[in-house]
């Protein structure tokens, strides 16, 4: 069931463990009251895809995925045809002399043969409901498959040569994302509401953490979120998104481990930085510097 206010929809996707503030809830719900594409940008890791996940949980529908990259186009976002199960058919009409070329051509043309991709699966009927259509990481992509996709997200609908246009009975909530590594083009961003999907504060952090690693104790919790917002803000190439917040969580869990220092810190580091240059910089009594600097945020004033 579609949630009916700003705050049910905060409350549906805190249930499925998705923690987000009112803006977001705000640009959701209008989202989904509208039937508007909802386009969301941030640093990686910030919980855009995640947000797709609990929203087809929250509501019960299929959720299609279309991860897009360098060189994706059109045909292969839409459809292919299974060219090995073609072939067998044409083999196997020229053993038994079937001579209606016609016939085999409507065949080898058919649903029987058509790999539906993401784009595709998006338009057919669902018996759950219209599904969530997530196209992941837009700006890896090109200009020519943006201007197919506002074609498409127009329209709502895909035409295959052979078949003839497929029209979304239902239209599916598009969610598309971008961690913004280029432009993406204002026509399409137009069609869409957008909101800008920053790294949280420290509560709204924490209350992440207690929701997705409910086992950590809260003075370790409160330590790794501190050194984590304090990391954030030093000369990074990539700064930790609330994803690598939680995956160090759970690693300094599997170690028993009860609070930090700055050994903890040296020996987990790959759980939270992904680049060498990154975790070089930590070495040494940096670790121990921004270990220092954290915990005097937390202690009462």
């Known amino acids: ?145 943006e201007a197919f996709l506002l074609e498409a997200l127009s329209d709502f609908q895909v035409t295959i040569p052979e078949i003839g246009t497929i029209k979304a009975p239902e239209p599916p909530i598009v969610i598309l994302t971008s961690n913004r590594t280029r432009e993406v083009h204002d026509a399409l961003k137009r069609r869409c509401l957008y909101h800008w999907v920053d790294y949280p504060d420290f509560d709204r952090e924490l209350e992440i953490l207690r929701a997705r690693a409910p086992e950590a104790e809260e003075a370790l919790s409160r330590e790794i979120i501190a050194f984590v917002q304090h990391l954030r803000t030093e000369d990074l190439f990539k700064k930790p998104g609330v994803a690598e917040t939680i995956d160090w969580a759970k690693c300094l869990l599997a170690l028993d481990v009860i609070t930090l220092s700055p050994d903890v810190i040296a020996d987990t580091l790959g759980a939270i930085l992904k680049y060498q240059d990154d975790i070089a910089k930590l070495q040494g009594s940096e670790a121990k510097r921004i270990l220092d600097e954290a915990r005097k945020t937390l202690e009462p004033a």
């Open 1 to 145: 069931m579609t949630p009916t206010s700003i705050t049910a929809v905060q409350e549906a996707l805190a249930d499925t463990g998705y923690v987000c503030g009112r803006d977001l809830a705000t640009v959701t719900f209008l989202s989904l009251k509208l039937g508007r594409p909802l386009f969301l940008e941030g640093e990686a890791g910030v919980g855009k895809t995640e947000i797709a996940k609990a929203l087809a949980a929250t509501l019960g529908r299929d959720l299609i995925r279309l991860q897009c990259y360098e060189g994706l186009d059109a045909a292969s976002a839409v459809y292919d045809w299974n060219f090995p199960a073609q072939m067998v058919a044409i083999r196997t009409a020229e053993a038994a002399g079937s001579a209606d070329r016609g016939a085999l051509q409507t065949e080898l043309f058919s649903d029987d043969y058509l790999i539906e991709r993401p784009l595709l699966q998006a338009m057919r009927p669902n018996a759950s409901g219209a599904p969530i259509l997530l196209i992941d990481e837009l700006d890896r992509t090109d200009e020519p498959f």
